[in-house]
């Protein structure tokens, strides 16, 4: 869907409402920025996120304010970017980023049934980790009611990306500056066990499987 | 400075107000998510953030409408979030994220002079990549013109950080479920030559000393 909010702040050329694209992005990323007004000023906080279906669902405590607005519905923009290349032109001016960004409007509501939850936080846990949520316990009736979980549909959105090396005037093409694409590449360190882990607690596969060449 | 507005936004464990951690935080950064209000509604971008002394540094076209409002002074809100690690606990409540984030509140004002565009459009360069703006060609007047350059002062800002391993329930010490930290590391990949760079550009010393081992 496409509104007069979102068609107003995308860059023409760079903007899509593709929801495949969408959902790419969103499923690729670990933090969404989360927006909401408090007495007429923005507050942008960091916040795990994840995706069950058509809705992005973000959590927190039950004793956080912006959980709680959230909740009640109050306007929200949330926001995923993923960085994959800085631009190097070979003018300052044309310098840029490849980045892939998803940006949505709209009214989250509060998922109230424990069952529904709980579904909820293995989709984080398996979102950032495939295979965690069959290994660790599951929440129990006392967590999830400490737990705020809300579900934002993925309705009014903005997809924009930036891809491909630098374009730099045709006056500069000759300048002896290197010009290219430097990818940012985030990957997964070695694993640090817990200090009181009992030895013979070994690393699951869906850990190992993360390094094939370790 | 610490005002009802950041004080009512953190969790008092983790936030703090130290001036040179909120520092180290923007200098790593490369993006950071700006906040603006828009008839009742957040607005979320992501924007390529520098440092100036104690100002944030934000630019873009001046034909983006929210370059435009931050020009003229609109509340904001500046987020920038660095993820370091999964945090795995037993349970799945207990799953966390180390990170560290600064929010900065406030009002930005736009720079105006040509010579002061100039040094601030080189502090992104450098900032995204040290020695990059001693080799490409700096902004002419025309460039300069047509970017919106903004400081925003970090003086209401809030600093939160976790870091450590998962802390689980004593009940829950003993299940056979492996718990650590699952290290997040963001590098820089191989350079991609620009499609038309002229054969005799070399790869400058400076990308090169990125990749020490390469």
Request: glycine residues 6%; hydrophobic residues 45%; charged residues 25%.
């Amino acid at each position: 869907m496409s509104t007069n909010r979102t068609d107003v702040r995308r860059l023409a050329q760079r903007g899509s409402n593709d929801r495949n694209a969408a959902y790419e992005i969103l499923d690729a990323a670990m933090v969404a920025h989360v927006g909401i007004v408090d007495e007429d000023f923005p507050v942008v906080i960091p916040m795990l996120c994840a995706r069950d279906g058509d809705h992005l669902l973000l959590h927190g405590s039950s004793r956080s304010r912006l959980m709680r607005n959230l909740a009640e519905g109050c306007n929200a923009c949330v926001t995923v970017t993923l960085i994959d290349s800085l631009v190097l032109a070979r003018s300052t001016f044309n310098h840029s980023a490849n980045y892939r960004s998803l940006v949505v409007f709209g009214n989250a509501r509060a998922l109230r049934k424990l069952e529904a939850k709980r579904a909820a936080l293995e989709k984080f846990v398996e979102h950032l980790l495939p295979g965690r949520s069959a290994d660790a316990r599951p929440g129990n009736a006392g967590e999830l009611k400490a737990t705020l979980i809300v579900a934002m549909p993925i309705d009014e959105f903005s997809v924009k990306a930036r891809s491909g090396p630098p374009v730099d005037k045709r006056t500069d093409m000759d300048l002896p500056v290197w010009a290219g694409e430097l990818p940012i590449i985030t990957r997964f360190g070695t694993p640090i066990a817990a200090p009181e882990l009992a030895d013979a607690t070994d690393v699951p596969d869906y850990i190992k499987s993360l390094f094939p060449h370790a």
